[in-house]
């Protein structure tokens, strides 16, 4: 297993040890997650990640916006990840997985 195999194992497992107590966590934004955190990854495992939502939705199966946006929001509140919005069509939002550990 190389450095980069074991951090992104890492990441994850800290991901479901935070999430494991936290009650508004659901399937829908442990799908996320594991999508940004792959695109974290094709990012050479480098914050932040610059990435349209339309693109992000796409990859992890959401139609709607709104849900889009009550899960990234539900990740940012709970310190999962940091979260800067573009509201600009043409150019990507900001995001940051918090890799640390557990609370």
Known sequence: MSASDSRVEIT???FLLMC????RIGTSHIALYIGLMHLWNQNGQQNPIMAFNREIMRTIKIASTSTFTRLISDLKCGGYIEYEPSFYKNQP?????CTHNPR
């Open 12 to 14: 994850l497992r800290n």
């Open 20 to 23: 494991a107590g936290d009650p």
């Open 93 to 97: 939002s900001a995001i940051t997985l």
